[in-house]
């Protein structure tokens, strides 16, 4: 017997509702052309990092302290199990994910989260070996230290170089002593290698004086970091306090100044450390914004799907909802553009993905997952 036409409708049209809410997509202006924003998956708790699998599957943490898989149609995971316990207080929590460079050999996850402890908590790094949907081996690799009890900037950023070492972005936990330290973990940008031991040739390696993992120090929230494509640098954002948002190419042992120099001020209005901009022997950034943008998230973009954004790096913004596109001239910024600006949500992840896409995270109880491709003109 032939199935009726009304039924063949039905199943048609609930067949395009499983594939996932990822079809419907709404526009917007932008200098390059309309930004076509669908959602690929929502209802996370405050996302914030996200990576992608081998096979397409995307990996997104939630502040809380759930790590999701986020499959081809958009739709959840249960909770991953064997995710560390997380200090999910103020701004800790789970942070963010990297998929190991060589995963199909050694399937390691690596999550950065705020871990309790004695006196606090603390920015940490852990791995793990993804299997049948559970982390598995889980341990520790890195912990910054002291631990402190408070709830604020833990930065964290995790971004593989080209020789498979990680940086680990940081932040002040709002001390303004510490990172000015060389034997404290607070305001500084870790080098490691993917088990947690120390590179040979990173800047305090074999010092007493010093934290051998450190990168860089006097940094404040370092929330956006990625490799430049053709320099394998790496360049990173962080949060001023009111204004002084900065975009840095940390090099080894170089000091970025905070809180003794910075192009803010404290959120009463009054100056900072030494009230000074610059001082010898502290780097200033390659770009800057105040008022504060809060940047978090952090892409170059080198696909060949969307040729006009080929180049540019995306910065997402959590206080200005929005996403910052800029062009380079090497290190210099050269142009800005503000894209979303009319979406209203919170940008904490900026990622291309493996599509050529752009994929966004918003920072929101009921966060989303959001591809963001351009039509051209």
């Not at 500084?188 to 990168?215: C, H, L, M, T, V």
Request: proline residues 7%.
């Amino acid at each position: 017997m032939k199935t009726p036409l009304a039924v063949l409708l039905a199943a048609a049209i609930a067949g395009c509702g499983a594939r996932g809410p990822a079809e419907a997509a709404s526009q917007f202006p932008s200098e390059k052309g309309t930004l076509e924003v669908s959602t690929v998956a929502e209802g996370l708790e405050h996302p914030w990092g996200l990576a992608f699998l081998p096979d397409g599957r995307k990996l997104v943490t939630e502040r809380p302290g759930r790590l999701r898989i986020v499959d081809a149609d958009g739709r959840l995971s249960e909770p991953v199990a064997g995710v560390p316990e997380v200090w999910a207080r103020g701004q800790g929590g789970l942070l963010d994910v990297a998929v190991d460079p060589d995963f199909d050999k050694a399937p390691w996850i690596y999550l950065s989260f705020a871990e309790p402890g004695d006196g606090g908590a603390g920015t940490a790094v852990a791995r793990g070996k993804l299997v049948d949907g559970a982390l598995q081996e889980v341990s520790v690799i890195f912990r910054q230290l002291p631990k402190l009890d408070a709830g604020q900037h833990f930065g964290s950023r995790l971004v593989f170089d080209r020789e498979g070492r990680l940086y680990v972005t940081s932040g002040d936990r709002g001390n303004w002593d510490n990172p000015q330290l060389l034997d404290k973990g607070q305001g500084k940008i870790f080098r490691i290698e993917r088990d947690g031991s120390i590179p040979a040739d990173n800047p305090y390696a074999g010092r007493d004086d010093a934290i051998p993992a450190i990168w860089s120090y006097g940094h404040r929230n370092v929330q956006g970091a990625a490799l430049h494509p053709q320099t394998g640098k790496l360049w990173q954002t962080e949060h001023g306090a009111r204004g002084g948002d900065e975009l840095n190419v940390p090099g080894p042992g170089k000091n970025y100044g905070w809180p003794v120099i910075t192009l803010g001020v404290n959120y009463s209005g009054a100056p900072i450390g030494s009230g000074k901009a610059e001082m010898a022997g502290m780097e200033q950034p390659i770009h800057h914004w105040t008022p504060s943008i809060a940047p978090s998230g952090l892409a170059f973009y080198t696909a060949d799907r969307f040729p006009a954004w080929k180049g540019n790096l995306f910065v997402g913004a959590l206080a200005f909802q929005r996403v910052v596109r800029l062009e380079l001239d090497g290190e210099k910024v050269v142009h800005e553009e503000a894209l979303l600006t009319d979406l209203g949500e919170r940008i904490r992840d900026v990622r291309q993905g493996p599509d050529g896409y752009l994929y966004l995270l918003t920072d929101a109880p009921k966060g989303k997952l959001l591809r963001v491709g351009l039509v051209a003109k």
